[in-house]
């Protein structure tokens, strides 16, 4: 059989999910065709310039302002504006032949079976037989939607749901029909993973599949305790948010951002069609959401639902919380609950569950009451929607960005005590749960070997989950594979010469600890190895140095040790560049300030495709201090080429580090020069990115790496770089663009980047533009408004523009 490939795919539907899935293929650099239906009228913009239902540009309006309301929407759905040109428009009438051509047909239209079965009988005059054709159903079942089609429709064909926003949400749903080949199964399984980035599930063609049934189930549980609890709406959103490792979104305010209409549409056809489901009572909406729906307060989309902002007469804004009771309006209610405080010093997630469920007030009584009923649920859905119980837990991981799935958080607090737990409340397990343990298994996980093993129902026993060995678990490996650990990193060995740094301080912060354990792992693998990789799988790669640290030596006064600091930070960095092994950074996530200075200073960036990355700085009143500054300094005299205006080069990196400039995609780091062409690379699936990370550095070290040489030719252009980029920050404090404090910093970074006042352009060393940044960063360190600008990103997370 002739291995598929995708080149080319047809998106039927430009809705917000459709434009979205077309987006996120143009990502991957897919050619897409996005098709919808024609206007059945003109608009009067249409019928003012004079336009008829024959032009063009009428036909394919729908698909067209669709795609653009995409491109526009924040966060957006694409890594780089210029991706958007991989997308050709076009409509059902006129373009549908087009089909004929493309690899795999996705059909997105309207949830209604009626609708969904005349598309497919349209596109099937025009598909290509053995060309893949799914359908982004949430819950319309498979095996409707494919009767009366052929043999080689049916054959290739089945659902594969995109969890909205397509780009940001990890879970990929593919769900057979009766007659789905395996194989199409199982090229999409491994296509979704390798290069949509996806956590791909396959499910059973049950209602709302895997990843709505159970989130569904779960907010509707909520949706009666918060009643039967007397709780606040934002009690619930404190309770299920960032302490369980939820999105800050929590509960309602998802509720609110998702649209409470689309929830309710699932829930009812949960209701309608699941009638043997031992909750079913819990899918029936509460008064308060069928009084909701009739006002057409769905949320987001109707500027109000659970959460209403409010701007007063004094132009104050608030954000007013529905109260459940009276269905009125309110200012928010802040409750307090000493079990919450009780995790504060827990940093790791899934340490906290055992101490939540110990709770003694009102929270801890909440969390009894919300993970047994869901432990419960998902015992009893198997094997009805899945035969596996990690899938589940992939599921609820991916597609509702849960930190834990329900059985890790249950093997977290203990399989019997979770059933002790059940008991108290009147519930019990499914059967097999209590199997389980008399089979001499005490937990839903274990780890052997580095891998990742679940029960196994049928076969009582634990068995490898399949599809790991692409990655590299670090939390599978740290006990048994490191090499040194510090307060502030880990050091493992990864295997075949390769030994990874990672981070472990607090939101992966660089401070003393961090430096120290980069410098060990240099000297480590110098020593004993044959590369280095700084990889973590933390949310974030890092938000930068460790802010906290300065602001104490600076309001100290310790200028000697703040001094030694930041040269210690630059040697790190420097260390990082010229060691004799090959240099490997692996950001995502948030990779800022420092984070984004010690990647640079890589031999090479292995970045995940959500990377954001910047040198921000400026947000806290100094320049980047650890080789930033410098190193922007010495890409520019890189770029410049003969013939070209170098002040205007000079003056684009300039602006990258005076406006704090943060990528919103690794694809955007490339423009900004933080990224560099030709030599780094991004990967689609983050769960990638430490593996392929340590294959290039295997990669360099087999190619026979050498120790680069340090420069000592970066051309900087002096006064008259100088002098330009004064009189700009003159001119835009004197147009209130800058404050003056900004006005400062910028001319300090001014001076640094042009290498200081010399009378002509000329070539110096690293060390030459490392001891001017140092010197710059130190007398900020001494501003009164640096140091408030930094005590304000310690305190509330934001910065101060003073």
């Given amino acids: 059989m002739s291995k598929r490939r995708i080149k080319k795919v047809a998106i039927i539907g430009s809705g917000i999910m459709g434009s979205g899935i077309a987006c996120h293929f143009a990502n991957i650099g897919v050619d897409v065709l996005l098709l919808d239906i024609v206007p059945k009228e003109l608009n009067d913009k249409e019928k003012a310039k004079g336009l008829t239902l024959k032009d063009k540009v009428v036909r394919n309006r729908l698909v067209n302002d669709a795609l653009t309301a995409s491109l526009k929407s924040k966060p957006s759905p694409i890594y780089h504006q210029k991706f958007a040109s991989r997308i050709t428009t076009g409509n059902l009438d006129d373009d549908i032949s087009k089909v004929a051509h493309v690899d795999w047909i996705m059909e997105v239209v309207v949830e209604r079976l009626d609708i969904k079965k005349s598309v497919f009988e349209k596109l099937e005059e025009h598909r290509t037989p053995g060309t893949l054709i799914t359908s982004n159903t949430s819950g319309i079942p498979i095996k409707f939607m494919s009767e009366g089609r052929s043999d080689d429709f049916q054959k290739h064909f089945c659902g594969t749901h995109f969890f909205n926003p397509a780009r940001y949400l990890k879970l990929f749903e593919i769900i057979p029909g009766p007659k789905t080949d395996a194989s199409v199964i199982n090229f999409l399984n491994n296509y979704g993973e390798k290069f949509l980035g996806k956590t791909a599930v396959v499910a059973k063609d049950t209602p709302a599949f895997i990843g709505n049934r159970i989130g569904i189930f779960s907010i509707m549980s909520l949706f009666h305790t918060v009643k039967d609890m007397n709780l606040t709406i934002e009690d619930v959103d404190k309770l299920t948010g960032p302490v369980i490792g939820r999105p800050k979104s929590a509960t309602f305010r998802t509720v609110d951002v998702v649209g409470l209409d689309t929830l309710v549409h699932v829930a009812n056809g949960i209701e309608e069609n699941c009638k043997k489901d031992e909750h079913l009572e819990l899918f029936k909406l509460p008064g308060f959401i069928n009084t909701m729906m009739e006002n057409k307060w769905l949320g987001s989309k109707t500027d109000q639902g659970f959460y209403k902002k409010q701007v007063s007469t004094d132009g104050k804004k608030e954000i007013l919380s529905l109260d459940l009771n009276t269905l009125e309006y309110r200012s928010a209610k802040k409750g307090k609950y000493a079990t919450l405080e009780l995790t504060k010093s827990v940093d790791k997630v899934v340490d906290r569950f055992k101490i939540l469920i110990s709770g003694k007030d009102k929270a801890g009584e909440f969390y009894r009451k919300s993970f047994t009923s869901l432990f419960a649920y998902v015992t009893n859905r198997i094997p009805e929607i899945t035969d596996e119980l990690y899938k589940i837990d992939d599921a609820m991981k991916a597609g509702f960005g849960w930190e834990h799935g329900p059985f890790q958080i249950w093997d977290a607090i203990g399989v019997e005590k979770g059933i002790e737990l059940m008991k108290a409340e009147g519930l019990e397990p499914a059967p097999w749960v209590n199997e389980m343990l008399a089979s001499g298994s005490s937990s839903f996980y274990t780890i052997k070997n580095g891998a990742t093993y679940a029960y196994d129902i049928p076969k009582k026993s634990q068995e490898k989950i399949p599809g790991?060995?692409?990655?590299?678990?670090?939390?599978?490996?740290?006990?048994?594979?490191?090499?040194?650990?510090?307060?502030?990193?880990?050091?493992?060995?990864?295997?075949?010469?390769?030994?990874?740094?990672?981070?472990?301080?607090?939101?992966?912060?660089?401070?003393?600890?961090?430096?120290?354990?980069?410098?060990?792992?240099?000297?480590?693998?110098?020593?004993?190895?044959?590369?280095?990789?700084?990889?973590?799988?933390?949310?974030?790669?890092?938000?930068?140095?460790?802010?906290?640290?300065?602001?104490?030596?600076?309001?100290?006064?310790?200028?000697?040790?703040?001094?030694?600091?930041?040269?210690?930070?630059?040697?790190?960095?420097?260390?990082?560049?010229?060691?004799?092994?090959?240099t490997i950074s692996a950001p995502h996530g948030m990779s800022l300030g420092g984070a984004c200075e010690l990647s640079m200073h890589a031999d090479k960036v292995v970045a995940a495709a959500e990377t954001y990355i910047g040198l921000v700085e400026f947000g806290v009143g100094v320049i980047p201090g650890g080789a930033g500054s410098k190193e922007m300094a010495l890409r520019a005299s890189d770029t410049f080429r003969k013939g070209d205006v170098e002040l205007n080069t000079l003056q684009e990196y300039f602006l990258t580090i005076g406006m704090a400039k943060v990528a919103t995609s690794a694809y955007e780091a490339f423009d900004m020069g933080i990224l560099q062409k030709g030599k780094d690379i991004v990967v689609t699936n983050k769960d990638r990115q430490i593996a392929t990370a340590k294959a290039h550095a295997k990669l360099m070290a087999e190619a026979g790496y050498t120790k680069p040489v340090?420069?000592?030719?970066?051309?900087?252009?002096?006064?008259?770089?100088?002098g330009m980029f004064l009189v700009g920050t003159d001119a835009m404090e004197a147009s209130n663009y800058i404050s003056e404090h900004d006005h400062k910093i910028a001319n300090k970074l001014a001076y640094v980047m042009a290498g200081g006042d010399l009378s002509e352009p000329t070539l110096v060393s690293e060390q030459y533009l490392l001891d001017l940044e140092r010197e710059a960063f130190l007398s900020l360190c001494t501003e009164r408004k640096t140091l408030e600008r930094i005590q304000h990103m310690l305190k509330t997370g934001k910065p101060l523009r003073n």
Wanted: proline share 1%.
């Fill in 468 to 582: 790991q060995d692409a990655f590299i678990i670090l939390d599978n490996i740290r006990k048994s594979k490191e090499v040194f650990k510090n307060s502030g990193v880990v050091i493992e060995d990864l295997g075949d010469g390769i030994l990874n740094c990672e981070f472990q301080s607090k939101m992966n912060t660089i401070g003393g600890d961090v430096l120290a354990g980069l410098n060990k792992a240099v000297d480590l693998a110098e020593k004993d190895f044959e590369g280095l990789v700084i990889g973590n799988q933390g949310s974030n790669f890092s938000v930068g140095a460790n802010i906290g640290m300065i602001f104490m030596m600076a309001v100290e006064q310790e200028y000697d040790e703040l001094n030694g600091a930041i040269k210690y930070f630059q040697d790190t960095m420097m260390r990082m560049r010229y060691s004799s092994i090959p």
């Fill in 710 to 722: 340090k420069r000592k030719d970066v051309k900087v252009l002096g006064k008259q770089a100088l």
